[in-house]
């Protein structure tokens, strides 16, 4: 696996996993950690544009795609048809960091909070069945929660609550 923490959000569709996750990268960011970040999506997705070099190599047939500038490189990696790679490969990637944050990724046996908004396409919860689910975030009152609940919005009560539950050290200035 990897010596990088990790913690995750995970939630359905439109329940706040996003605008929490930007939220808690930009806090800890703020407060000195180096965060990286996961994201899984269940449909297929392109950050690259049609019609640009990097699109071009790939619509070609390149295996991998590296671009780099001076401010940042990104590798995009086409599966031809082979599996999906799996959470730990894909945390193996990674530079290290004092935190990696998962959003998605709900089966995962991690440290997770769970997102919960009124307007999400499902609003069953997660955290009875997932018994790594460690808190819930709500943008509503949670009855006969077991774990801690905090709101969707308190961005520095979760980060807290992130922060001891993996243990993260004070982090270094001078890194």
């Known amino acids: 696996m990897t010596n990088n923490r990790i913690f995750g959000i995970s939630g359905w569709k439109n329940s706040g996993k996003t605008g929490l996750a930007v939220r808690i990268v930009a806090e800890l960011t703020r407060r000195g950690y180096r965060v990286s970040t996961i994201k899984h999506a269940h449909h297929d997705f392109d950050i690259d544009k049609v019609g640009a070099d990097s699109y071009r190599h790939r619509q070609a ?15 995009m990696h086409e599966l031809r048809g082979a599996p999906e790679p799996s959470f ?5 990637r990674l530079a290290p960091c004092d935190l990696v944050l998962i959003e998605g990724y709900k089966r995962e046996p991690i ?15 997660l955290a009875p069945t997932d018994p790594h689910i460690v808190a819930i975030a709500a943008d ?16 520095a009560a979760i980060a807290d609550f992130i922060v001891a539950t993996v243990k993260l050290p004070v982090p270094d200035p001078a890194s």
Not at 88 to 92: K, P, R, V, Y
């Open 140 to 155: 509503h009152a949670v009855a006969d929660a077991d774990l801690p609940v905090f709101d969707l919005d308190d961005t």
């Open 111 to 125: 440290p997770k909070i769970e997102a919960r908004r009124l307007e999400a396409n499902n609003r069953t919860p």
């Open 88 to 92: 730990e490969d894909i945390l193996s």
């Open 61 to 75: 047939g390149a295996h991998e795609v590296t671009i780099v500038s001076g401010t940042r490189f990104a590798i």
